[in-house]
């Protein structure tokens, strides 16, 4: 019998409750057998001078999912030398893991960039696209992108339905900078963490960390 997994990749610089939330609610809703957390390496769309280093997020991200049975972590981007592509990491899953068939998430903002992505084709020919459409998306401009992308690469696009969640990594470190408080914003270990760490702060050390 086939594995249905789904790969949440992303940053996580921090991780927090939005990104555990939406994979929960496409693991129940897609009846996914579990969920692959995959922190980037280095991303050839992101600066890296803000990036906190690749083994303190993955640590992060092991700290936020160890309680939940259905969600590993993958460090196979961040062992990656030199720029990390989705069409390559999800061709070389499926290369290793012939009897899974993969759902990759994102959100609604990446349905309408993903063309600008290295090989978006070989992406919707790996794997099915699951898309969180939050509240304050428009949902038919949504449906009209994936009907478009369907057309045009055969694209196999579900639309994910999720609540509003106000939760930013970037909101989340200029708190940190400010010494103001995060919990509940990311789970709990992962807050006493970066606090024990200080990371994210405004000092002349924790810039150092930040490369």
């Known amino acids: 019998m086939r594995r249905q997994i789904g790969i949440m990749g992303g940053t996580f610089n921090p991780i927090h409750m ?5 994979a929960e609610h496409a693991r129940e809703e897609l009846q996914l ?11 050839y769309m992101k600066k890296q001078d803000s990036i906190l280093p690749a083994d303190k997020r993955l640590h992060m991200v092991e700290l936020a999912v160890g309680d939940n049975p259905f969600f590993f972590v993958s460090d196979m981007e961040i062992q990656k ?22 759902t990759f998430l994102m959100g609604a903002d990446s349905l309408f960039h ?28 949504c449906r009209k992108k994936a009907n478009e992308l369907q057309r045009k690469y055969g694209a196999d696009i579900v639309i994910l339905q999720t609540d509003r969640i106000d939760i930013s990594s ?3 470190r200029i708190r940190r900078k400010r010494n103001r408080s995060i919990r509940y914003l990311v789970p709990e270990p992962v807050r006493q ?3 024990e760490q200080g990371l994210y702060m405004e000092n002349t050390e924790n810039r150092v960390n930040l490369r």
């Open 18 to 22: 939005g990104h555990l939330l939406l």
């Open 33 to 43: 057998d579990e969920i692959l957390f995959m922190p980037s390496g280095v991303s």
């Open 81 to 102: 030398k030199g720029n990390t592509y989705t069409w390559e990491t999800i061709e070389q899953l499926k290369e290793s893991n012939p009897l899974c068939d993969y």
């Open 114 to 141: 993903i063309e600008s992505w290295k090989y978006p084709e070989r992406i919707f020919a790996a794997c099915r696209v699951a898309v969180s459409v939050r509240e304050s998306m428009n949902l038919p401009d």
């Open 170 to 172: 970037t909101d989340i």
């Open 193 to 195: 963490w970066i606090e």
